[in-house]
């Protein structure tokens, strides 16, 4: 049973990260998720920093803790499949790039808010924007 585990043990690797990382990636709907930009905003968001980090942190206890990998999860640690993990993810995030790609280039957005809406938007943006630099409160 030692590669059926192994075996379990990479594709439960590769689908808990792939969440993960889909997180990150459902940010934007449109944008690209991958570039210098927002990758400099990647620890912006506290909660979404802390979930990925204690979903990674599970994974590898799930994977690596004797006794509870054997005999409850059914799966072992692995070592050159990290390798096969990895690839994947990567085709992963490429796929859904390029889907994101496509949607830019090729639909247009949706665009379904009344006259009212965009209103109450602009009012609420200016105000937050006013609120937030500190100034024009009496």
Do not use: D
């Not at 990647?42 to 802390?50: I, P, R, S, V, Y």
């Amino acid at each position: 049973c030692n590669l059926v585990f192994r075996a379990r043990g990479a594709v439960f690797a590769t689908l808990t990260l792939g969440i993960l990382l889909h997180a990150y990636n459902c940010r934007r709907i449109r944008g690209p998720m991958w570039n210098w930009r927002m990758l400099k905003r990647f620890h912006e968001n506290k909660f979404l920093m802390g979930g990925f980090i204690s979903g990674t942190i599970l994974c590898l206890l799930c994977m690596y803790v004797p006794g509870l990998n054997t005999e409850v999860l059914k799966m072992k640690g692995i070592s050159w499949e990290w390798g096969i993990v990895l690839i994947t993810l990567l085709v992963f995030l490429i796929i859904s790039e390029l889907y994101k790609f496509g949607k830019r280039r090729f639909l247009k957005p949706l665009t379904v808010a009344t006259e009212e809406q965009v209103r109450l938007q602009r009012i609420w943006t200016e105000s937050t924007l006013i609120n937030s630099s500190g100034g024009l409160e009496k």
